[in-house]
């Protein structure tokens, strides 16, 4: 392949032209592969467009880093692995295309290893019978015998040059097709890097265990390892992982690489066997440090799960929240960050303190959360999280009426407006950023559908997007495609915290399923957040259930005293709560004992 492509002029015989390229890589971008993967496509159409200018072999990590991602002049290729963890992961997703909708397309488009620069090519249709028809050419006489000796020699290099031709050819489809039957191959940061470089702790996997010793039982135990792996590869988990081990790795060898000036590490193992009524799957995690073991499953499953990918996927996923919000990782690491003071606590750090905030809403967790934002974007002026972190701050201070912030009401929707969008020019793709975008576009009354359709395509099993999105749909009259959101949302979530029970005790009472709306909102845990005990309240005396109506009706005028004077249209305005759910509201709420005006 030419440093640089050429044009439909110029391109040589049996090479494809710019234009054919370009047509090919929208094919791949617009599949199912690339469609929910903004970060891979904007990489892709890079490196490719470079490509054809002519750039591929002058392509280095920081120019991506700095181009496609937005990072800053300063950014460091050898100990941050953003860039080299994208490409393992646009390789992955290329193979996936040619094995799966692009089995046909005879141009390829691919990333090859230790270069960013792309490869292009056609693959012929049937080199076996392009080698048969090329010997019985060559066994053929030449047809006449007054040849010259120069015509002869010219000949017979072209011959030569023909024949070397098909022996790449046939070994360029051998190595295709030994990778769409491979495993993914991926690029992961080391041990080292993830220690140094990710400001997160590395989870490292362990190859699952075959305890039975059957082919069958093999293959699900490399592809549950596989699956857990991608799974565990994203940016907003709370751990990030590492370069895989081998079998053979002992918790031993793991805890002589930790340090232990360095955060926990840590390991999960795996196993699978056979057992009377179909496989059963176990999983643990542990800190590479001492071996304390923080987490354990067993999964007895179906023996249809052997070739089922549904399941797979399932329990593999199921495995994965270890490295989820509110997760046995979230909570090894939340447990550390409670002992350090604020002066050293890093943006990675706040976030934690979000999501431990977002278990309750309780505002006094809201201003320690607020303050360490603040904090976060003048130690950390460029990581979008700690603006992010700082938008959603704001803009809950503006829905939940919390008076601790430096602006309150409409100044503080405008602080977090700016905030946000400062988040986003930093990293658009992150997910804090986005989550803190469509927020503030709600709150704002402005339209929230477009940012919030993209979120849902860019993370379709983010827990965090499913609730916000749902909720936003059932306070604004969508409760047919909300409802599946929050239930899907609260299925994703190792233990839910108080807004995914507020918002699933919302949807069934804007349709009148009283019982259930007193079920959920019974599990909403918060004890110092008004609207829990406002939807609890409504739900009870609509439910015939007085004597909790009373319970949460007392909570909430201790807590919001103003509800009796200013009534509920600040709260439904902010809100943007429709008609149908609005006199629900009021209605549970009048039953309950409060007078509303």
């Not at 693959?123 to 066994?139: C, D, F, K, M, N």
């Not at 007054?146 to 290099?157: D, E, K, M």
Request: overall charge negative; hydrophobic content about 45%; glycine content about 6%.
């Amino acid at each position: 392949m030419p440093e640089e492509l050429k044009d439909a002029a110029s391109a040589p015989a049996g090479q494809p032209t710019a234009a054919d390229i370009r047509a090919q890589l929208e094919r791949i971008l617009g599949s199912r592969c690339f469609e929910q993967a903004v970060r891979s496509s904007k990489f892709l159409r890079f490196v490719v467009e470079q490509t054809l200018a002519g750039q591929g072999e002058r392509l280095k990590g920081y120019t991506i880093a700095v181009e496609v991602f937005g990072r800053p002049t300063d950014f460091d290729a050898q100990t941050d692995p953003l860039v080299r963890v994208e490409a393992g992961r646009v390789r992955r997703r290329l193979v996936e295309y040619y094995a799966g909708e692009g089995k046909l397309d005879t141009l390829r488009i691919e990333l090859p290893r230790g270069s960013y620069a792309v490869a292009c090519g056609y693959v012929a249709e049937s080199p076996l019978r392009l080698a048969a028809v090329s010997a019985s050419e060559g066994a053929q006489p030449s047809g006449s015998a007054a040849l010259s000796t120069s015509r002869r020699r010219r000949q017979l290099r072209n011959r030569l040059i023909a024949a070397l031709m098909l022996l790449v050819l046939v070994a360029l489809v051998a190595l295709v097709v030994q990778q769409w039957n491979a495993p993914p191959t991926r690029d992961y940061p080391t041990f080292a890097e993830a220690l140094a470089g990710q400001g997160k702790p590395p989870i490292m996997v362990l190859p699952f265990e075959d305890l039975s010793s059957q082919a069958n039982l093999r293959t699900l135990a490399d592809t549950l390892t596989e699956e857990i792996l991608l799974l565990l590869d994203e940016p907003e988990l709370f751990a990030v992982a590492t370069e895989p081990r081998a079998a053979n790795t002992t918790l031993a060898d793991l805890q002589a690489r930790v340090s232990d000036t360095v955060g926990a590490a840590y390991v999960l193992t795996g196993s699978v066997r056979d057992t009377t009524e179909g496989v059963r799957v176990t999983a643990r995690l542990v800190v590479a440090a001492t071996g304390t073991q923080i987490w354990g499953a067993a999964f007895d499953e179906a023996r249809r799960i052997q070739t089922s990918p549904a399941d797979q996927e399932r329990v593999a996923r199921e495995i994965a929240l270890v490295a989820n919000p509110f997760g046995p990782i979230f909570e090894a690491e939340l447990e550390r960050v409670q002992r350090l003071p604020l002066e050293q606590l890093r943006t990675r750090d706040c976030v934690l303190k979000y999501y431990d905030y977002r278990r309750t809403l309780d505002p006094a967790l809201h201003s320690a959360t607020f303050a360490c934002f603040e904090q976060a974007t003048t130690r950390e002026p460029a990581l979008a999280d700690a603006w992010a972190g700082l938008a959603l701050g704001f803009a809950d201070g503006f829905a939940y009426g919390y008076g601790a912030l430096p602006a309150e009401g409409a100044a503080a929707l405008d602080q977090a407006r700016e905030a946000a969008r400062t988040a986003m020019d930093i990293d658009g793709d992150n997910l804090f950023a986005n989550l803190a975008f469509v927020r503030v576009q709600f709150f704002s009354g402005a339209e929230f559908q477009p940012a919030a359709e993209r979120l849902l395509r860019s993370h379709p099993n983010s827990p965090e997007v499913l609730l916000l999105v749902g909720t936003m749909l059932v306070l604004t009259e969508d409760s047919t495609r909300g409802q599946p959101m929050l239930d899907r949302s609260i299925e994703l979530t190792s233990k839910p915290p108080a807004g995914y029970y507020a918002a699933q005790a919302l949807a069934d009472l804007r349709a009148q399923r009283f019982d259930d709306a007193v079920a959920a909102a019974l599990k909403i845990d918060s004890p110092n957040w008004h609207l829990g005990h406002m939807i609890l309240a409504a739900a009870a005396a609509l439910a015939g259930r007085p004597e909790v109506a009373e319970r949460a009706r007392l909570r909430l005028v201790e807590l919001y005293p103003q509800i009796d004077e200013a009534g509920l249209s600040t709260v439904f305005e902010r809100w943007r709560i429709e008609p149908v759910l609005r006199d629900e509201l009021q209605r549970g709420l009048s039953a309950a004992g409060l007078n509303l005006p």
